[in-house]
């Protein structure tokens, strides 16, 4: 159930002690490489959401992005915008919606093989996500895409540490086994030569 443990927390049977750190964290990036994308992605929903919601409902879709001059329709291929971010358009904030959903879906084809519990985590801070939206008397909007986007990164980053966790907890209980099981053959051993030079 639990065949691949967190690097950096546990060292798996036979593994030197010495590892290089960097090859341990480099594993876990690759292991965490769709939760920096999704974050960015999460970044742009929330930003274009509490956009709009400041604009309010009767304002026209002019007040809240206004149109393009000539000049910035003139200029719109030569100057690089750098308040993409903060105030993103409708079709950045699509986009970032449609990476977030490959995001996350490949991290959970990715690794549903080996975290069972997966869905469960999953569907547990989506369910949070709205139930602390509706309680605050957010609306859908704000429910979906400022709240929901970052409690699928919790879920990312909890599913991998909650992963790592058992992993560990795992590892050690086993060790555990088998210096007992050594203990116990060890003494058994040093009962059974102590009885034959007492015999002899």
Same mark, same amino acid.
């Given at each position: 159930?639990?065949?691949?443990?967190?690097?950096?927390?546990?060292? +798996?049977?036979?593994?030197?002690?010495?590892?290089?750190?960097?090859? &341990?964290?480099?594993?876990?990036?690759?292991?965490?490489?769709?939760?920096?994308?999704?974050?960015?992605?999460? @970044?742009? +929903?929330?930003?274009?959401?509490?956009?709009?919601?400041? /604009?309010?409902?009767?304002?026209?879709?002019?007040?809240? @992005?206004?149109?393009? #001059?000539?000049?910035?329709?003139?200029?719109?291929?030569?100057?690089?915008?750098?308040?993409?971010?903060?105030?993103?358009?409708?079709?950045?904030?699509?986009?970032?919606?449609?990476?977030?959903?490959?995001?996350? +879906?490949?991290?959970?084809?990715?690794?549903?093989?080996?975290?069972?519990?997966?869905?469960?985590? @999953?569907? /547990?801070?989506?369910?949070?996500?709205?139930?602390?939206?509706?309680?605050?008397?957010?609306?859908?909007?704000?429910?979906?895409?400022?709240?929901?986007?970052?409690?699928?990164?919790?879920?990312?980053?909890? +599913?991998?540490?909650?992963?790592? &966790?058992?992993?560990?907890?795992?590892? &050690?209980? *086993?060790?555990?086994?088998?210096?007992?099981?050594?203990?116990?053959?060890?003494? #058994?051993?040093?009962? /059974?030569?102590? #009885? *034959?030079?007492? &015999?002899?």
């Amino acid at each position: 159930m639990y065949r691949d443990p967190c690097p950096l927390l546990v060292l +798996s049977g036979g593994e030197d002690c010495n590892r290089d750190p960097r090859s &341990a964290v480099l594993k876990v990036v690759s292991e965490l490489a769709e939760l920096i994308p999704a974050i960015l992605c999460s @970044f742009v +929903s929330t930003a274009y959401v509490l956009r709009v919601e400041q /604009a309010g409902p009767l304002d026209s879709d002019d007040a809240v @992005f206004p149109p393009l #001059t000539h000049r910035d329709r003139f200029f719109a291929g030569a100057l690089p915008h750098l308040d993409f971010l903060p105030k993103p358009s409708g079709g950045l904030m699509l986009g970032s919606c449609l990476v977030l959903g490959c995001c996350l +879906s490949s991290y959970t084809h990715r690794r549903g093989g080996r975290d069972p519990y997966q869905p469960l985590v @999953f569907m /547990a801070w989506a369910a949070w996500a709205a139930c602390i939206g509706l309680g605050f008397g957010c609306s859908a909007d704000m429910v979906m895409l400022g709240l929901l986007p970052w409690a699928l990164c919790a879920a990312v980053l909890s +599913s991998y540490l909650g992963h790592a &966790a058992v992993a560990r907890w795992l590892a &050690a209980r *086993r060790r555990k086994c088998e210096t007992e099981a050594v203990l116990l053959l060890l003494g #058994t051993d040093i009962i /059974a030569t102590t #009885t *034959r030079t007492a &015999a002899t």
